[in-house]
């Protein structure tokens, strides 16, 4: 078994695009995207429309993949036209992206290397920790990780953490913010002024489907049955990217939709590995073929879900 510098050396024979893959990857995500949208607002059948929407959310998921993986510099680096979309797509999506790369950034520096950091991650606190805290404490704690709070991704992770609250706590700072929050109710109102339906089907459910997917499966990547967490003096990048990131198994049709970001200890190993070549590294490093796993079995989900606290004494993850 390699050590985590020749693992780094390994993953790097993947941490290359094909430049003219990731553009087909964009554009046919867009066109997929548009093209739904456009289905949402047909005189017909309103099932058909509201199928057609909540698609639309699941595509909007991939094209977050891409954004992600863009602010990683692992597709499109350098291109002034992928900048110019990649931004219009986070301001609308209230994803500014100065903010999304810091604190991404700081989530892939220190994942799961201090219990109860929260920036870019879902917060975690030991058995010992809660029991000390106060109620108030407790009950923010418990409504973060709730999975009410999660479904709502839309508000909850997305218009307060990621564009409010940074607003909030340094408005000079996250001016960036404010043109994410004009953006995204400027195209709200007009929208609506087309009709309270077009403005639900076009943008609201595939935000709000996009939105609850992503934060669940950003939650399930590293609060898992099977996660290592390990102290600081115990950390390490790449054990954290093996043991404390889980594979997500999906079937192709999901894999496409996610971008196959369930291949979530691998990325942490390599951000700089294009989403589309994940599959590939894994299948090629046999250090990455062990990993902890879940799934989106509600069985899988449950089990996920029901994961509160971090207790130091058995080395896992448990319920209230």
């Known amino acids: 078994m390699r050590n985590g510098k020749q693992l780094l050396i390994a993953s790097k024979e993947f941490a290359s695009e094909f430049r003219w893959l990731s553009w087909w990857h964009l554009w046919s995500t867009l066109a997929a995207l548009t093209i739904l949208l456009g289905i949402s607002i047909l005189e017909i059948p309103l099932a058909f429309r509201l199928?057609?929407?909540?698609?639309?959310?699941?595509?909007?998921?991939?094209?977050?993949i891409l954004y992600h993986d863009y602010q990683h510099s692992a597709i499109l680096d350098g291109s002034i036209i992928a900048r110019v979309v990649m931004?219009?797509?986070?301001?609308?999506?209230?994803?500014?992206?100065?903010?999304?790369?810091?604190?991404?950034?700081?989530?892939?520096?220190?994942?799961?290397?201090?219990?109860g950091a929260s920036i870019g991650s879902f917060p975690i606190m030991t058995t010992e920790s809660y029991a000390l805290a106060t109620r108030s404490e407790k009950f923010e704690y418990a409504a973060t990780r709730h999975p009410v709070t999660i479904a709502l991704g839309y508000f909850s992770v997305f218009m307060w953490g990621m564009t409010l609250q940074p607003l909030v706590n340094d408005p000079r700072k996250h001016l960036e913010s404010v043109a994410a929050l004009a953006v995204h109710f400027s195209l709200m109102?007009?929208?609506?002024?087309?009709?309270?339906d077009i403005m639900l089907l076009v943008m609201i459910i595939p935000l709000m489907v996009a939105s609850g997917i992503g934060a669940y499966l950003f939650y399930?990547?590293?609060?898992?049955?099977?996660?290592?967490?390990?102290?600081?003096?115990?950390?390490?990048?790449?054990?954290?990217?093996?043991?404390?990131?889980?594979?997500?198994?999906?079937?192709?049709?999901?894999?496409?939709?996610?971008?196959?970001?369930?291949?979530?200890?691998?990325?942490?190993?390599?951000?700089?590995?294009?989403?589309?070549?994940?599959?590939?590294?894994?299948?090629?490093?046999?250090?990455?073929?062990?990993?902890?796993?879940?799934?989106?079995?509600?069985?899988?989900?449950?089990?996920?879900?029901?994961?509160?606290?971090?207790?130091?004494?058995?080395?896992?993850?448990?319920?209230?």
């Open 87 to 115: 931004t219009v797509y986070g301001l609308i999506t209230l994803n500014p992206p100065s903010i999304w790369n810091r604190s991404h950034n700081h989530h892939h520096k220190h994942n799961s290397k201090a219990f």
């Open 51 to 64: 199928v057609s929407s909540v698609t639309a959310g699941l595509v909007c998921v991939r094209l977050f």
């Open 189 to 196: 109102a007009y929208l609506a002024t087309w009709g309270v």
């Open 220 to 320: 399930a990547q590293h609060n898992f049955p099977a996660a290592d967490l390990r102290p600081r003096p115990e950390w390490s990048h790449v054990e954290a990217a093996l043991r404390s990131s889980s594979f997500i198994t999906m079937g192709p049709v999901m894999n496409w939709f996610t971008g196959n970001i369930g291949y979530h200890h691998v990325h942490h190993l390599n951000a700089r590995i294009p989403f589309y070549r994940l599959p590939a590294a894994m299948d090629a490093i046999v250090e990455l073929q062990s990993p902890g796993t879940s799934s989106l079995h509600p069985r899988d989900i449950f089990a996920c879900l029901r994961l509160k606290l971090w207790n130091a004494d058995t080395g896992k993850f448990v319920g209230f």
